[in-house]
């Protein structure tokens, strides 16, 4: 059951981040990547995720123990969720302060 819990941990965290690297590649919008901000490497890494999220679920035999496959799998989705919603992979970005009004720039 070991290996459900795990593979089915590691694949909830590949999915779920997967998913905002691939929507943010195909829309052609910037996010921060370890391959690069732009839409090519955000794509490339989202599709990449996916392709072992899916290899990863496959192999941790989720029908052998359906409870404990679907608590593992939505916690690693859930983890990796709260991560992207808060402080990211490389922190969260703070705008700018903006210039008082009639002050020099």
């Known amino acids: ?47 990449a995720a996916a392709v072992l999220a899916a290899l990863t679920l496959w192999w941790a035999d989720l029908a052998s123990h359906p409870a404990a496959a679907f608590a593992s799998v939505s916690v690693g989705v859930l983890l990796i969720g709260l991560f992207h919603a808060g402080p990211g992979a490389f922190g969260r970005s703070t705008p700018a302060p903006k210039p008082e009004p009639g002050s020099a720039r």
Do not use: D, E, Q
């Open 1 to 47: 059951m070991w290996h459900v819990i795990l593979l089915g941990f590691l694949g909830g965290l590949l999915a779920g981040n997967a998913f905002p690297h691939f929507a943010r590649g195909i829309t052609k919008r910037n996010y921060p990547s370890a391959l690069g901000n732009g839409p090519v490497p955000n794509f490339l890494g989202g599709w």
